[in-house]
C-alpha cells in the first residue's frame, strides 16, 4: 500500500508564498515522477509541476517563474515553493507519483499512479 499526505495548503494574500509538501510512505522502492495539479471548479485538472526522480523538470506556463518544485528522493517527498501568488492560482492542489516501484511480500509491484487527497489554496485579500 501507498499513501501521499498532503500539507500546506490555506489562505494567502495576492503576491504572497506558500509552500506545498507531498510525503509518500508505504513500501516503496522508487517513484519515477512527482508533481502537482490543480483544479479549479468547472475547469480541467492542469499539471502544475512534475520532477523526476533524475532531477529533470516540467512547469506550466502559467507558472514559471514564480514556482519552483523539489524533490527528497530518499524521504520520497515533494515541494512545491509558490511565490508572487496571483488570485488566478486559487485551485484544489494534487500531490501524483508517477511509476511506483514498491515491495509486496517477497516481490516488487508497480503502479502508475497514486494521488493525494488535495489542499486546498486560495488566493485573496
Known amino acids: 500500500q501507498v499513501q501521499l499526505v498532503e500539507s500546506g495548503g490555506g489562505l494567502v494574500q495576492p503576491g504572497g508564498s506558500l509552500r506545498l509538501s507531498c510525503a509518500a510512505s508505504?513500501?516503496?522502492?522508487?517513484?519515477?515522477?512527482m508533481g502537482w495539479y490543480r483544479q479549479a471548479p468547472g475547469k480541467q485538472r492542469e499539471l502544475v509541476a512534475a520532477?523526476?526522480?533524475?532531477?529533470?523538470?516540467n512547469y506550466a506556463d502559467s507558472v514559471k517563474g514564480r514556482f519552483t518544485i523539489s524533490r527528497d528522493n530518499a524521504k520520497n517527498t515533494v515541494y512545491l515553493q509558490m511565490n508572487s501568488l496571483k488570485p488566478e492560482d486559487t485551485a484544489v492542489y494534487y500531490c501524483?507519483?508517477?511509476?511506483?516501484?514498491?515491495?509486496?511480500?517477497?516481490?516488487?509491484?508497480?503502479?502508475?499512479?497514486?494521488w493525494g487527497q488535495g489542499t486546498q489554496v486560495t488566493v485573496s485579500s
Open positions: 501524483n507519483a508517477h511509476g511506483v516501484v514498491y515491495k509486496r511480500g517477497s516481490y516488487y509491484q508497480t503502479s502508475d499512479d497514486y
Open positions: 520532477v523526476t526522480s533524475g532531477g529533470s523538470t
Open positions: 508505504g513500501s516503496i522502492v522508487s517513484i519515477y515522477a
